[in-house]
């Protein structure tokens, strides 16, 4: 069975097709799509998952008639970079890409995120279709966000640029490593405790079904996440207002992140203890105790951290977090459930209450 | 007296202001045009504006009551490049631009492409302001193609990015090289010839003003250069179809680029001579002599050339051709002139045509 959902952006709307297997159809879903037979495609990927999933996508090109070449780049964040950038573009003129062509991105958020910026850049902007192959890019492979990184600031040289259709097959899931399929979850609980608590409950049932990685289980859940990433990006594209709200857990998170060791934590461990903090916060605010309970209950059933490791300095965290987002006077712009499934954009946290709950992130457990 | 223009994108619509002196008010312009004195603004330019012009505006905008901060890249095509694009946004970082911020180009159509591709792509798209200061810049200064080279390939990596405005002070011109002032007349003469029969017989009637930098010769000129690309790029923003009568006299001269030793050929003159290759084919296809008459007499008289240098291959000069544009079976598109003012998108012009025009070029004075 395959699930279909339309991402709302007028001229620009696109499917997410989901399903077991989608990938035997490739030149199916593209010839439906219209991508050009006549231009040659570029498919990026990385090494992870060039080894078992690549064969398939050319073969399958191939066959239906579509020239493509690939682009293998390393795994891993630091290939999200203009040096990359500037080498996949050297395929592209080399394999003759012109202004009818696509670039396919193969493999999770950093390829996505990378070879969606070069389809964004080249020739000033070609098409491209996303495929999936972590839990993690179902949260980054939909809303058009592409970037790659920059020496002092991650994803800071980028465009929006939507993708034609993204291709959920959910069969490549099954070679993904347990911590990124862990990782992965944390942004589709996310996606429930930001806009549907029923989706919520749903998650916290299943957790031992979604870590095994049971097909239904998972595509009935990466249905659901994806759907409440299309439903708020088709209302904001840009990111004016409401697509805020996709960055609860982030504050804390990117301040983890940008302090923690290359790789200590992953972006999903993260946000799970942000979302905690940002429980704390809510509480601390004076909204129900069971929005901390429940969240925690949550990210400990599928295994995902609730406290920050003992080692990192409170001081570092906050200053990371000042670097990336602005206090002024002392507040600051905070993502806070009000209830399960349930946020607000408050633009007035005490960040003094923030330095207060980082530390009790430190220490409780 | 203050010229001025709007070009006309919808939501994305915007003026040029074209006057001597203009950049004394220029605080006043970005006040007016809603540019947030709150947030940090990035000035780039080159070595050569910096020397002249950079006080200037960077003195009146602090007076305005503007936090700005400049860069100063190397003057010349290779500072278009991902490198540069990298160190500009490390600067953009340090300054603390935020998305609230605008990038200044002040230069010609290197900073200008430069600058803005790194307005289109710093936190995936802030603001910017156009400053052109050469007469070639009255050309990308408008219509919003920004870009940076590629080792293999020119502008290959760039965006749609519209500015705010475009504020052309003519005085800056005065420090622009003779060869420069010529060059950057030829796009103005393209705009004539592309749109505008009564504009052309003015150029050539002011040929010794303009290249004397005339200030009410300039700026009627510069105005309705402009107008021109205006109009164009409002009737068809991402070159879909009409815009591509801009690149009249591109198709040989890109290649003449391509084929020429660094700096032997500005862009100007590569161009001048395209066109008087795009009027002989025009006669070969029928057209009336007098189109080639007239073109070669008006770039004459601004001392640009008309004739390929007799050491330039024709082969290759057809393969830089070959691997700009497509041939499919033998033909290729161009943009023909049919009479002084107007030019067709002809899709089947002969290769055969166009190699005999490249010989002639190259043979005849
Ligand atoms: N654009 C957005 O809106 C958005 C949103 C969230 C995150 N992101 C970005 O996404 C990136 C993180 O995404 P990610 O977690 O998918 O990272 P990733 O792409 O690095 O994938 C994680 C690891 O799994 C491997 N892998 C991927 N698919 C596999 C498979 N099927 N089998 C075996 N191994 C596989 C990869 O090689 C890598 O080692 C970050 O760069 C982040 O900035 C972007
Ligand atoms: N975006 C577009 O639509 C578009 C259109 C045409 C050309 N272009 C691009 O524009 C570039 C060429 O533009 P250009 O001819 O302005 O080149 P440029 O910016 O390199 O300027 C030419 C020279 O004049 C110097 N200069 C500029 N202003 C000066 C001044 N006021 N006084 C003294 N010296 C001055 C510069 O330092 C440089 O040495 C190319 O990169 C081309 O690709 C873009
Ligand atoms: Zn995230
Ligand atoms: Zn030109």
Redesign the pocket.
Known sequence: MVRELTVDLGTRSYPIYIGEGLLADIAAYFEKHGISKASPLLVVTDGHVAKHHLKLVMDRLAEGGYTAVSYTVAAGEKSKSLAVLEDIVGACLQAGLDRKSTVVALGGGVVGDLAGFVAASYMRGIRFVQIPTTI?AH?SSVGGKVAVNHPLAKNIIGAFHQPEMVLYDTSTLLTLPDRDVRAGLS?MI?HGLIWDAEFTAWCEANAEKLIGLDPEALQYGLYNGCAVKAAVVSQDERENDLRAI?NLG?TI?HALEAVAGYNELQ??EA?SIGMVGAAMLSVRMGNPVEILTVTERIFKKFGLPTRIPAHFDTEAIMRAMMHDKKFSEGRMVYIIPTAIGKVEINKNVSAEWVREIVDRLKRED
């Open positions: 993690l949260d942004e996310k996709l982030h998170g972006h999903g946000i």
